[in-house]
């Protein structure tokens, strides 16, 4: 069974760091697309960042590109999200997610097939 559990989620204020992790387990990854998505109140879940497990080549949303980092550790199965210079409007519901996806889609949510329960990051003004 397939689960991804995300963790590192909190209250900072502007201009602050956080950085979350996800915990994947139950298939081998390899071959797989990790992302990042958030979700605010009242809106659609957008993409983030996402990487290839095997190569790691990376994707950004332009909202992020500079202040967002995503990695992954393979002996420990986690991708990460360093998110820095936080602000109030990177406030949302931040969530993982694992799919087979060809390069230049990797920002749909709808072709992803395994999500993780989400962590809350809430930036303070």
């Known amino acids: 069974q397939v689960q991804l559990v995300e963790s590192g989620g909190g209250l900072v204020q502007a201009g602050g760091s956080l950085r979350l992790s996800c915990a994947a387990s139950g298939r081998t990854f390899s071959s797989y697309t990790m992302g990042w998505f958030r979700q605010a109140p009242g809106k659609e879940r957008e993409f983030v960042a996402a990487?290839?497990?095997?190569?790691?080549?990376?994707d950004y949303a332009d909202s992020v590109k500079g202040r967002f980092t995503i990695s992954r550790d393979n002996a420990k199965n986690t991708v990460y999200l360093q998110m820095n210079s936080l602000k109030p409007e990177d406030t949302a519901v931040y969530y993982c997610?694992?799919?087979?996806?060809?390069?230049?889609?990797?920002?749909?949510?709808?072709?992803?097939?395994?999500w993780g329960q989400g962590t809350q990051v809430t930036v303070s003004s």
């Open positions: 997610a694992a799919g087979r996806i060809t390069y230049g889609f990797r920002y749909l949510p709808r072709l992803y097939d395994d």
């Open positions: 990487l290839t497990w095997s190569g790691g080549n990376t």
